[in-house]
């Protein structure tokens, strides 16, 4: 059965660093844009990062670009996130997410909506 599995979570001061990785079991990645996204308790899902599926287009929203890169290897069939400079804001449970189409869809930080596939989430805390 297909799954994306996030890994990489953990506890961080602020400041610190993180990466992220999002396996994508029973996937072809060569033909699935992938995103990430990210729920703080109370708030909704944001998207925060989307990558095409070659990997040469990326997104990021405002709250972490400058910050976070996101990246995917296909042949390992693995997305990753690496996240530094983190704050408390940054504080969540964060999610990978696949797209059945090659490119990130408009408005995507924003539509979760059009991503049918979710790994089960993995908690990041910052906090010193």
């Known amino acids: 059965q297909a799954q994306l599995v996030e890994s990489g979570g953990g506890l961080v001061r602020p400041g610190g660093s993180l990466r992220l990785s999002c396996g994508a079991y029973g996937y072809n990645l060569d033909y699935l844009a992938m995103g990430w996204f990210r729920q703080a308790p109370g708030k909704g899902r944001e998207g925060i990062s989307c990558?095409?599926?070659?990997?040469?287009?990326?997104h990021y929203a405002d709250s972490v670009k400058g910050r976070f890169t996101i990246s995917r290897d296909n042949a390992k069939n693995t997305m990753y996130l690496q996240m530094n400079n983190l704050t408390p804001e940054d504080t969540a449970v964060y999610f990978c997410?696949?797209?059945?189409?090659?490119?990130?869809?408009?408005?995507?930080?924003?539509?979760?909506?059009?991503?049918?596939?979710w790994g089960q989430g993995t908690q990041v805390t910052v906090s010193s």
């Open positions: 990558i095409n599926n070659s990997g040469g287009n990326t």
């Open positions: 997410a696949a797209r059945g189409l090659k490119e990130c869809p408009p408005a995507w930080e924003n539509s979760p909506q059009l991503f049918g596939a």
